[in-house]
């Protein structure tokens, strides 16, 4: 039987991931190639030192394609479509991975002033941390779905990383103290 599942989507993120990782590829291919040039050039200029002109060349070329992979890593992990269903919630990357997460295996649901985190286990075991961006279009109605969803499986609910339970209205919004005129 089909799942009936709620779609969110923003595609304006895979606009920006593309471009993003386009610019840094880029970069990188014309630093790495003045580097790859530099180091031959150096024996002309100071023979003496040449392999040591080599051999630091050598050592950016390789700090920045481990900066450039791990930077890549985490565009490609931004999510940018998340499928709600009664049963699970299905968040797709903009890496083109695709991971779902069951009500029943979720730890915590944090709603933050940047977005929203899901917290828990996949099928298969793995922990997982889903962050959904409040930029995306239709935050407030994924947000209250998705925490409609975990409060019927009795999963925690977090606000800013307290648990709801705890936080105190009153420092929020101070005109609802007892004795209060509410204007």
């Given at each position: 039987?089909?799942e009936?599942?709620?779609?969110?989507?923003?595609?304006?993120?895979?606009v920006?991931?593309?471009?993003?990782?386009?610019?840094?590829?880029?970069?990188?291919?014309?630093?790495?190639?003045?580097?790859?040039?530099?180091?031959?050039?150096?024996?002309?200029?100071?023979?003496?030192?040449?392999?040591?002109?080599?051999?630091?060349?050598?050592?950016?070329?390789?700090?920045?394609?481990?900066?450039?992979?791990?930077?890549?890593?985490?565009?490609?992990?931004?999510?940018?479509?998340?499928?709600?269903?009664?049963?699970?919630?299905?968040?797709?990357?903009?890496?083109?991975?695709?991971?779902?997460?069951?009500?029943?295996?979720?730890?915590?649901?944090?709603?933050?002033?940047?977005?929203?985190?899901?917290?828990?286990?996949?099928?298969?075991?793995?922990r997982?941390?889903?962050?959904?961006?409040?930029?995306?279009?239709?935050?407030?109605r994924?947000?209250?779905?998705a925490?409609?969803?975990?409060?019927?499986?009795?999963?925690?609910?977090?606000?800013?990383?307290?648990?709801?339970?705890?936080?105190?209205?009153?420092?929020?919004?101070?005109?609802?103290?007892?004795?209060?005129?509410?204007?």
């Amino acid at each position: 039987m089909a799942e009936w599942f709620q779609v969110f989507d923003d595609e304006r993120v895979l606009v920006s991931v593309r471009t993003r990782a386009r610019r840094l590829v880029v970069a990188f291919a014309l630093v790495s190639g003045g580097l790859v040039a530099l180091a031959p050039l150096s024996t002309l200029v100071a023979p003496a030192h040449a392999g040591l002109a080599a051999l630091a060349c050598g050592v950016v070329l390789t700090a920045y394609a481990a900066w450039l992979l791990r930077r890549l890593g985490r565009l490609h992990r931004r999510l940018w479509r998340i499928e709600l269903s009664f049963r699970r919630a299905v968040a797709h990357d903009a890496g083109g991975r695709r991971v779902a997460l069951a009500w029943q295996a979720l730890d915590q649901i944090d709603v933050r002033t940047d977005g929203l985190v899901l917290s828990g286990r996949t099928t298969l075991g793995r922990r997982v941390r889903l962050h959904v961006a409040a930029s995306m279009p239709q935050f407030a109605r994924f947000a209250h779905r998705a925490v409609e969803y975990a409060e019927a499986f009795g999963r925690p609910v977090w606000v800013e990383g307290q648990p709801w339970e705890a936080i105190d209205v009153t420092s929020i919004h101070p005109g609802l103290r007892t004795g209060s005129a509410v204007a």
